[in-house]
């Protein structure tokens, strides 16, 4: 009965096992047959979207929600410039690579698992309407055009504006019909927008603005602020605020709505409106933002008073409350700056100084902060020309500011050309305070040595009791961190457990180093030479640190031998000075514009050195710097001076002929225009005919730097008619006559080449290897009368006319070199004011003695470059106060600008201009 039983119960187990596995199979095949997207059916479609939406897309949204949620919730503004709109612009954006790199891989699944692209099958009959758009889609897949939206936002918070780009402009040409096409157009012109693409972003907003069937309700507030991003982005700030305004009036997050308030806070303020800004910082207060935005608010609330109808004394006292209060201990540097900006407010320059170093001295971790702090302090050392603190202050700026400031490459060129000007005016009190010593009686001299070593040896003894004390606080540690030794304070003995003898030491190090970055050789920065103990250390000439070990710094030797004792030492050091004061004098005018330092240093370095050898220079500056400041009477002082000490000088010439540089310009171009035609004659093989020529030449342009190319001209054409020994007289005169200029060269050459192998071989290789310049153009005969001689020669072929190449801006600017150097600080401004984001950069070249190129680059192309020709001639502001200059503005290609340095010829490129550029 048991077994029976037992029988029964496996059959039972066996066929329900059996009738499972068939199931199991059925379900399988079903399975197989449905993942298949190679078919379009109905049920396949459902299978796809049911899996597609609920699996892959909704794991890869998850995640990229939790990252967009996580950035919202921790990210790092800095509030010294105005926010990002959107989170992905900021750096903290990269702490959620990971949530979004995962909401791609998930989106990339959906595409390549579950799209469906096969056409359904047709049914027999006639389509409907309905029907017929439906089989003409390119995806029946509901949940692809989603995936590839998410994989383009995910991208953007990556940072790879450029792939998002492709994944958005695959939605426009692949999907119109979708849903997701409308929220593509506004992520393509974010995307745009964070590569510049500024017209690109501009046309696919107002596409946006124009469709039709565009969803208003749902993305509104996504357009707008996209609208007010493109704006901040080219610091059009004032456009930017409606959009602000209507994405606030639109609602949404609070998150958000308090972030766009801050910002139309931010630039009230940037816009000079106060009372609307404080009004604005207010509203983001009452929201309840994060502990960071509403101390902010606050602090920017604090500094926007009027001094002119409130008192800041109460101001005053809310800030010492806030610096009292614990929880403002991270954020004291930004309650001193605020008080260095009232004081600056009230005209309390030394109080504001003050607190702008107590504001970079507490700043620990903020280096935005540090950064706006130190730019501070130089903008009003740099003001007051106290240029020395003003170059410290700069590169303390420096170190660190971000590379994103709008201000960046303007502080680093000011930086650079600080340097330039502290370097020449240590150098002359170094070499004055060498000079001083050297002249002391020996005794005065050995005791001032005497104390130099002395403080050496006290700072030496110093070193070895902190040393001594750095290896007991070691041993106290080592022996407090035995196995078996508890330790559960925080604050013990050992010093970087104590963080007041931390905080002490910090204080200590800054007060006397400044900020210096974890570097080798980090004492070296911005020493300046003060007294006869710093000689060492900064002078040029002292020992490298691997030479160190051979230096005794205790010995009187080593400084005895720095000083000029003898003579000739003394001639060396004074020709230094010499030279250090007539170049500080051009620098204080040609590049920072200041007339009254230069004057000074000039007059300084007439009185030190009566028969310098840059009087005629410094006679001629004064007189242009005393011209400019309207001082007559002493302008026309040194215009006598050069007159009766330099009569024939070319200041002297150019002082008593006002037409003296025209003169010598149109001499110049007549001079270039005969050499054209010469060198066509010569290319012809007419060679008695360039003889001829340059004979003329020779007589009549005897003080044309042409003349040289002339000679050379010359000497080919001899040696081709076979007078080997007079053209050997004619290479040897140019090489003698014209040291150092590529005539010498080639003259050299040909001499070297005649005596190598022999005259019969130099004619036999041909004179076309031995042109001064290149041209293809086929001579035609000329008759050698003057007035022919004189007709303008039009040489082809020279410059190329490329469209789509990259373009300069360029500017020819003839006349004084502070006033065109002062030119260019204008275009600077110009663009970092009206094309920050384009991110272009200034340079110049000299075409001559007088004639300098500012060149502005890169433009994308001559479209554009013609734009930006257009845009700055209707600014007058940039150059309309420069009266004595002379401008042509223009665009070039680098290549067409190379051709041009080589050539020094204007009148040819404005030839090829006129013809390929102008309307």
């Given at each position: 009965?048991?077994?029976?039983?037992?029988?029964?119960?496996?059959?039972?187990?066996?066929?329900?096992?059996?009738?499972?596995?068939?199931?199991?199979?059925?379900?399988?095949?079903?399975?197989?047959?449905?993942?298949?997207?190679?078919?379009?059916?109905?049920?396949r479609?459902?299978?796809?979207?049911?899996t597609?939406?609920y699996?892959a897309?909704?794991?890869?949204?998850?995640?990229?929600?939790?990252?967009?949620?996580?950035?919202?919730?921790?990210?790092?503004?800095?509030?010294?410039?105005?926010?990002?709109?959107?989170?992905?612009?900021?750096?903290?954006?990269?702490?959620?690579?990971?949530?979004?790199?995962?909401?791609?891989?998930?989106?990339?699944?959906?595409?390549?698992?579950?799209?469906?692209?096969?056409?359904?099958?047709?049914?027999?009959?006639?389509?409907?309407?309905?029907?017929?758009?439906?089989?003409?889609?390119?995806e029946?897949?509901?949940?692809?055009?989603?995936?590839?939206?998410?994989?383009?936002?995910?991208?953007?918070?990556?940072?790879?504006?450029?792939?998002?780009?492709?994944?958005?402009?695959?939605?426009?040409?692949?999907?119109?019909?979708?849903?997701?096409?409308?929220?593509?157009?506004?992520?393509?012109?974010?995307?745009?927008?964070?590569?510049?693409?500024?017209?690109?972003?501009?046309?696919?907003?107002?596409?946006?603005?124009?469709?039709?069937?565009?969803?208003?309700?749902?993305?509104?507030?996504?357009?707008?602020?996209?609208?007010?991003?493109?704006?901040?982005?080219?610091?059009?700030?004032?456009?930017?605020?409606?959009?602000?305004?209507?994405?606030?009036?639109?609602?949404?997050?609070?998150?958000?709505?308090?972030?766009?308030?801050?910002?139309?806070?931010?630039i009230?303020?940037?816009?000079?409106?106060?009372?609307?800004?404080?009004e604005?910082?207010?509203?983001?207060?009452?929201?309840?933002?994060?502990?960071?935005?509403?101390?902010?608010?606050k602090?920017?609330?604090?500094?926007?008073?009027?001094?002119?109808?409130?008192?800041?004394?109460?101001?005053?006292?809310?800030?010492?409350?806030?610096?009292?209060?614990?929880?403002?201990?991270?954020?004291?540097?930004?309650?001193?700056?605020?008080?260095?900006?009232?004081?600056?407010?009230?005209?309390?320059?030394p109080?504001?100084?003050?607190?702008?170093?107590?504001?970079?001295?507490?700043?620990?971790?903020?280096?935005?902060?540090?950064?706006?702090?130190?730019?501070?302090?130089?903008?009003?050392?740099?003001?007051?020309?106290?240029?020395?603190?003003?170059?410290?202050?700069?590169?303390?700026t420096m170190?660190?500011?971000?590379?994103?400031?709008?201000?960046?490459?303007?502080?680093?060129?000011?930086?650079?050309?600080l340097?330039?000007?502290?370097?020449?005016?240590?150098?002359?009190?170094?070499?004055?305070?060498?000079?001083?010593?050297?002249?002391?009686?020996?005794?005065?001299?050995?005791?001032?040595?005497?104390?130099?070593?002395?403080?050496?040896?006290?700072?030496?003894?110093?070193?070895?009791?902190?040393?001594?004390?750095?290896?007991?606080?070691?041993?106290?540690?080592?022996?407090?961190?035995?196995?078996?030794?508890?330790?559960?304070?925080?604050?013990?003995?050992?010093?970087?457990?104590?963080?007041?003898?931390?905080?002490?030491?910090?204080?200590?190090?800054?007060?006397?180093?400044?900020?210096?970055?974890?570097?080798?050789?980090?004492?070296?920065?911005?020493?300046?030479?003060?007294?006869?103990?710093?000689?060492?250390?900064?002078?040029?000439?002292a020992?490298?640190?691997?030479?160190?070990?051979?230096?005794?710094?205790?010995?009187?030797?080593?400084?005895l031998?720095?000083?000029?004792?003898?003579?000739?030492?003394?001639?060396?050091?004074?020709?230094?000075?010499?030279?250090?004061?007539?170049?500080?004098?051009?620098?204080?005018?040609?590049?920072?514009?200041?007339?009254?330092?230069?004057?000074?240093?000039?007059?300084?370095?007439?009185?030190?050195?009566?028969?310098?050898?840059?009087?005629?220079e410094?006679?001629y500056?004064?007189?242009?710097?005393?011209?400019?400041?309207?001082?007559?009477?002493?302008?026309?002082?040194?215009?006598?001076?050069?007159?009766?000490?330099?009569?024939?000088?070319?200041?002297?010439?150019?002082?008593?002929?006002?037409?003296?540089?025209?003169?010598?310009?149109?001499?110049?171009?007549?001079?270039?225009?005969?050499?054209?035609?010469?060198?066509?004659?010569?290319?012809?093989?007419?060679?008695?005919?360039?003889?001829?020529?340059?004979?003329?030449?020779?007589?009549?342009?005897?003080?044309?730097?042409?003349?040289?190319?002339?000679?050379?001209?010359?000497?080919?054409s001899?040696?081709?008619?076979?007078?080997?020994?007079?053209?050997?007289?004619?290479?040897?005169?140019?090489?003698?006559?014209?040291?150092?200029?590529?005539?010498?060269?080639?003259?050299?050459?040909?001499?070297?080449?005649?005596?190598?192998?022999?005259?019969?071989?130099?004619?036999?290789?041909?004179?076309?290897a031995?042109?001064?310049?290149?041209?293809?153009?086929?001579?035609?005969?000329?008759?050698?009368?003057?007035?022919?001689?004189?007709?303008?020669?039009?040489?082809?072929?020279l410059?190329?006319?490329?469209?789509?190449?990259p373009?300069?801006?360029?500017?020819?600017?003839?006349?004084?070199?502070?006033?065109?150097?002062?030119?260019?600080?204008?275009?600077?401004?110009?663009?970092?004011?009206?094309?920050?984001?384009?991110?272009?950069?200034?340079?110049?070249?000299?075409?001559?003695?007088?004639?300098?190129?500012?060149?502005?680059?890169?433009?994308?192309?001559?479209?554009?470059a013609?734009?930006?020709?257009?845009?700055?001639?209707?600014?007058?502001?940039?150059?309309?106060?420069?009266?004595?200059?002379?401008?042509?503005?223009?665009?070039?290609?680098?290549?067409?600008?190379?051709?041009?340095?080589?050539?020094?010829?204007?009148?040819?490129?404005?030839?090829?201009?006129?013809?390929?550029?102008?309307?």
């Amino acid at each position: 009965m048991l077994v029976t039983k037992l029988i029964n119960r496996s059959k039972t187990l066996y066929d329900q096992l059996l009738k499972n596995r068939v199931l199991f199979i059925a379900l399988s095949l079903l399975f197989l047959v449905s993942c298949s997207t190679k078919k379009n059916t109905a049920f396949r479609r459902g299978y796809h979207n049911l899996t597609a939406h609920y699996n892959a897309y909704f794991n890869g949204r998850e995640s990229y929600k939790e990252g967009v949620l996580t950035l919202e919730k921790s990210n790092n503004d800095d509030y010294n410039n105005i926010l990002n709109v959107f989170l992905y612009d900021d750096a903290s954006a990269n702490s959620v690579n990971s949530q979004m790199q995962r909401a791609i891989d998930k989106a990339a699944k959906v595409v390549k698992r579950h799209s469906i692209t096969a056409r359904p099958k047709r049914k027999a009959g006639k389509m409907t309407d309905k029907e017929k758009k439906f089989n003409a889609k390119k995806e029946f897949n509901n949940w692809v055009d989603n995936s590839h939206l998410m994989m383009g936002r995910s991208y953007m918070y990556q940072g790879d504006y450029k792939t998002a780009e492709e994944s958005f402009t695959w939605i426009l040409s692949e999907y119109p019909e979708s849903e997701s096409y409308y929220d593509a157009q506004i992520w393509l012109a974010r995307a745009y927008i964070q590569t510049k693409q500024f017209s690109k972003a501009l046309d696919y907003l107002q596409r946006s603005e124009a469709e039709k069937d565009f969803p208003e309700k749902r993305l509104n507030k996504e357009l707008f602020v996209t609208y007010a991003d493109y704006y901040i982005k080219q610091n059009r700030f004032s456009e930017a605020l409606p959009w602000l305004d209507l994405a606030i009036k639109e609602g949404g997050k609070k998150v958000y709505i308090r972030r766009y308030k801050y910002i139309m806070a931010q630039i009230y303020q940037q816009l000079k409106q106060d009372q609307k800004a404080s009004e604005m910082y207010r509203q983001v207060i009452k929201l309840n933002p994060p502990y960071a935005m509403e101390f902010s608010a606050k602090i920017q609330r604090a500094t926007l008073f009027d001094q002119n109808t409130s008192d800041s004394k109460e101001i005053r006292k809310y800030l010492a409350k806030m610096i009292k209060d614990e929880k403002n201990k991270d954020y004291l540097d930004q309650i001193y700056f605020a008080i260095a900006q009232i004081d600056i407010k009230e005209k309390l320059e030394p109080d504001a100084i003050g607190n702008y170093k107590l504001s970079a001295q507490k700043s620990v971790s903020n280096n935005n902060q540090k950064a706006q702090s130190y730019l501070a302090l130089a903008d009003i050392y740099f003001k007051n020309l106290d240029y020395v603190n003003a170059k410290c202050y700069y590169d303390s700026t420096m170190m660190n500011l971000s590379k994103k400031n709008n201000r960046y490459d303007e502080i680093d060129k000011k930086s650079d050309y600080l340097s330039e000007l502290v370097g020449y005016i240590q150098t002359v009190e170094k070499q004055d305070s060498l000079l001083k010593l050297a002249l002391m009686p020996e005794a005065n001299r050995n005791k001032a040595i005497a104390e130099v070593i002395n403080r050496i040896l006290d700072e030496e003894k110093r070193k070895a009791e902190e040393e001594r004390d750095r290896q007991k606080n070691i041993a106290l540690y080592n022996e407090n961190n035995r196995p078996g030794v508890e330790n559960n304070s925080n604050s013990g003995k050992w010093y970087f457990y104590n963080p007041v003898a931390l905080g002490m030491g910090q204080s200590d190090f800054t007060r006397k180093w400044g900020e210096r970055r974890l570097e080798d050789n980090w004492r070296r920065r911005n020493k300046g030479v003060s007294d006869f103990q710093d000689l060492a250390s900064n002078d040029p000439s002292a020992p490298s640190d691997s030479a160190a070990a051979k230096v005794d710094l205790k010995s009187k030797d080593y400084y005895l031998k720095q000083l000029p004792l003898t003579d000739s030492a003394k001639v060396e050091t004074n020709l230094l000075i010499e030279r250090s004061l007539f170049q500080l004098a051009k620098v204080y005018r040609e590049k920072f514009v200041d007339y009254n330092q230069s004057i000074a240093t000039y007059l300084q370095l007439l009185e030190r050195y009566p028969q310098t050898q840059y009087q005629l220079e410094a006679y001629y500056d004064l007189y242009q710097l005393y011209q400019l400041q309207k001082q007559t009477e002493k302008a026309q002082f040194y215009k006598q001076l050069i007159l009766d000490r330099y009569p024939e000088s070319v200041p002297a010439k150019i002082l008593s002929d006002p037409n003296y540089l025209a003169r010598m310009e149109a001499e110049q171009n007549k001079a270039l225009d005969v050499y054209y035609k010469t060198f066509r004659v010569f290319e012809n093989q007419q060679f008695d005919k360039v003889i001829e020529m340059c004979n003329f030449a020779q007589a009549n342009f005897k003080d044309s730097p042409v003349l040289s190319k002339f000679l050379l001209l010359k000497a080919q054409s001899i040696g081709a008619t076979g007078n080997v020994d007079l053209m050997k007289n004619e290479l040897q005169y140019i090489a003698k006559t014209y040291p150092k200029s590529e005539e010498q060269d080639m003259a050299d050459f040909m001499l070297s080449r005649i005596e190598a192998n022999g005259f019969t071989n130099f004619v036999a290789q041909g004179h076309q290897a031995y042109k001064p310049v290149s041209n293809n153009e086929t001579a035609q005969s000329s008759s050698s009368t003057t007035n022919e001689l004189l007709e303008p020669v039009v040489p082809k072929n020279l410059y190329q006319y490329q469209a789509d190449v990259p373009h300069l801006y360029m500017m020819v600017a003839t006349g004084q070199i502070s006033d065109i150097n002062r030119l260019k600080y204008n275009i600077l401004n110009y663009n970092l004011e009206h094309f920050l984001m384009f991110d272009f950069k200034i340079s110049d070249k000299s075409l001559s003695s007088d004639t300098k190129l500012i060149l502005v680059q890169t433009l994308n192309d001559a479209k554009e470059a013609r734009k930006y020709l257009k845009i700055i001639q209707r600014n007058q502001q940039v150059y309309s106060e420069f009266n004595s200059v002379q401008m042509q503005q223009l665009i070039i290609t680098q290549s067409n600008l190379d051709i041009l340095l080589k050539e020094k010829d204007l009148s040819r490129y404005l030839m090829f201009y006129n013809q390929n550029y102008q309307p």
